[in-house]
């Protein structure tokens, strides 16, 4: 057993002990050799001298002032304008999985429109014996699931193919958002239509005016796509295309159409438009490859990281961070200390669940000094998430969609990390 493996439980006692060192004042009480009272503690406070807000202060909560930096952020000469754009889901700042909409990531091509629940239509036409068109209230009648999935834009981590460039989780790995989704499957919709047998693609489409088409194979659509009206419980967002989207789980995020509007069943994919093809991945051999639609198995040390820095002194530490797999469950998780040379196995906080966000934990011990930090995934498949280097051999240097390779956050001993690369 090596040090560090000796070190991943610490006990109770232990911990109390390294927190009294390190000054925290909320063992003073318990601690003879502690100097000072902590006025926390020993005095009472002004909250509670006075009466708190009433019921319904705020009809719908809003988080509090005190956490106003989870928030979304955008990096501003990424793209000209904020209406085509994108911005970044605060990953190392939240735990558990679930993303609250309010903060999840946004990406629209032509701004998230206002669209009423009155005013919303669905169309279903091309290789159906009959062309429908649902109302929202039409939705609502169908049986409907629910499922949790995460959404992650294929130009996640896309800046950082030639070398470290965005300093933060939030920046490199914040184009994903994971929520519970409450919809129709997509294949009752096809059903009630009644689909042909000579349609092998669906060509779905958003109301928004950039319409956002796109093709998917009639074996996904037939699978698990989802006509999704609640997120997370409540409705969706106008900015995740209230009042109904696409939920393509697994799938690169460009095909989960907002303000969905019209599927249309047809026999070959609909290639002509800009957008289809925008996608493509550039190979290491100056060859594309067109369709890539699955989100390969990838993880990304949330905490400690860039803006999570480590403020605590030596002694118990958990490292945290999120793993995911659009081919299914993750499996394994490992998290590196130094840069790839020893592996230790994280504990996951769940078991994996299908196309969804897994948070991992690693229970440890910082004795303070410098970290290379890592995780590596592995889901179901066997696959393993691959290093930078490997994935630059296939997909070189000009890529920027489905870039899922091991992330590195340097450590340094006074506790602040950045984003650096390993060769
Ligand atoms: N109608 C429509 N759907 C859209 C888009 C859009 O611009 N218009 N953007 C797509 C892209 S590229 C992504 S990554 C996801 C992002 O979903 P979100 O904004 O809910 O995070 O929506 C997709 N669906
Ligand atoms: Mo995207």
């Given at each position: 057993?090596?040090?560090?493996?000796?070190?991943?439980?610490?006990?109770?006692?232990?911990?109390?002990?390294?927190?009294?060192?390190?000054?925290?004042?909320?063992?003073?009480?318990?601690?003879?050799?502690?100097?000072?009272?902590?006025?926390?503690?020993?005095?009472?406070?002004?909250?509670?001298?006075?009466?708190?807000?009433?019921?319904?202060?705020?009809?719908?909560?809003?988080?509090?002032?005190?956490?106003?930096?989870?928030?979304?952020?955008?990096?501003?000469?990424?793209?000209?304008?904020?209406?085509?754009?994108?911005?970044?889901?605060?990953?190392?700042?939240?735990?558990?999985?679930?993303?609250?909409?309010?903060?999840?990531?946004?990406?629209?091509?032509?701004?998230?429109?206002?669209?009423?629940?009155?005013?919303?239509?669905?169309?279903?036409?091309?290789?159906?014996?009959?062309?429908?068109?649902?109302?929202?209230?039409?939705?609502?009648?169908?049986?409907?699931?629910?499922?949790?999935?995460?959404?992650?834009?294929?130009?996640?981590?896309?800046?950082?193919?030639?070398g470290a460039q965005l300093n933060g989780a939030q920046f490199t790995h914040g184009m994903i958002h994971n929520m519970e989704y409450t919809g129709v499957p997509l294949r009752t919709l096809l059903e009630e239509a009644g689909y042909q047998t000579a349609g092998?693609?669906?060509?779905?489409?958003?109301?928004?005016?950039?319409?956002?088409?796109?093709?998917?194979?009639?074996?996904?659509?037939?699978?698990?796509?989802?006509?999704?009206?609640?997120?997370?419980?409540?409705?969706?967002?106008?900015?995740?295309?209230?009042?109904?989207?696409?939920?393509?789980?697994?799938?690169?995020?460009?095909?989960?159409?907002?303000?969905?509007?019209?599927?249309?069943v047809i026999e070959n994919a609909v290639e002509s438009r800009e957008e289809t093809s925008k996608y493509t991945d550039t190979l290491a051999d100056g060859t594309s490859r067109k369709w890539t639609?699955?989100?390969?198995?990838?993880?990304?040390?949330?905490?400690?990281?860039?803006?999570?820095?480590?403020?605590?002194?030596?002694?118990?530490?958990?490292?945290?961070?999120?793993?995911?797999?659009?081919?299914?469950?993750?499996?394994?998780?490992?998290?590196?200390?130094?840069?790839?040379?020893?592996?230790?196995?994280?504990?996951?906080?769940?078991?994996?669940?299908?196309?969804?966000?897994?948070?991992?934990?690693?229970?440890?011990?910082?004795?303070?000094?410098?970290?290379?930090?890592?995780?590596?995934?592995?889901?179901?498949?066997?696959?393993?998430?691959?290093?930078?280097?490997?994935?630059?051999?296939?997909?070189?240097?000009?890529?920027?969609?489905?870039?899922?390779?091991?992330?590195?956050?340097?450590?340094?001993?006074?506790?602040?990390?950045?984003?650096?690369?390993?060769?």
């Open positions: 057993m090596s040090d560090i493996d000796k070190d991943r439980s610490p006990s109770r006692r232990a911990f109390l002990q390294g927190a009294a060192a390190a000054g925290a004042g909320a063992f003073a009480a318990g601690n003879a050799q502690a100097a000072t009272p902590d006025p926390l503690i020993t005095e009472v406070q002004p909250w509670a001298q006075e009466l708190g807000d009433g019921v319904d202060a705020t009809p719908y909560g809003l988080p509090t002032a005190h956490e106003g930096d989870v928030i979304r952020r955008n990096v501003e000469w990424l793209t000209a304008d904020t209406i085509s754009s994108i911005n970044f889901t605060p990953i190392h700042a939240l735990d558990g999985t679930i993303t609250p909409q309010g903060c999840a990531f946004e990406r629209h091509h032509s701004g998230a429109i206002d669209l009423k629940k009155e005013d919303y239509r669905l169309m279903i036409n091309g290789l159906v014996d009959t062309p429908l068109v649902f109302s929202y209230s039409d939705l609502e009648r169908f049986p409907r699931e629910n499922h949790v999935y995460f959404c992650e834009c294929a130009a996640n981590t896309g800046m950082e193919w030639a092998k693609w669906v060509f779905v489409e958003g109301a928004d005016a950039s319409s956002n088409g796109r093709s998917i194979p009639m074996e996904k659509a037939l699978d698990d796509v989802l006509i999704a009206f609640k997120a997370n419980g409540e409705a969706l967002r106008k900015e995740h295309g209230y009042p109904v989207r696409l939920v393509v789980p697994g799938w690169e995020g460009n095909m989960w159409v907002k303000w969905i509007r019209r599927i249309e639609w699955a989100m390969d198995a990838k993880s990304v040390v949330t905490s400690p990281s860039p803006q999570a820095p480590i403020t605590h002194g030596k002694g118990p530490m958990v490292i945290s961070g999120l793993a995911w797999s659009g081919n299914g469950a993750i499996t394994r998780v490992d998290v590196s200390k130094d840069g790839g040379k020893n592996w230790e196995t994280a504990r996951l906080a769940k078991p994996g669940e299908n196309k969804a966000l897994t948070r991992f934990y690693l229970d440890t011990s910082w004795d303070g000094e410098e970290m290379i930090l890592q995780s590596r995934a592995m889901d179901e498949t066997g696959y393993v998430q691959p290093t930078k280097t490997q994935l630059r051999e296939v997909r070189g240097l000009n890529s920027v969609y489905h870039n899922n390779c091991i992330q590195t956050w340097l450590v340094r001993s006074n506790g602040q990390a950045e984003n650096v690369e390993v060769s």
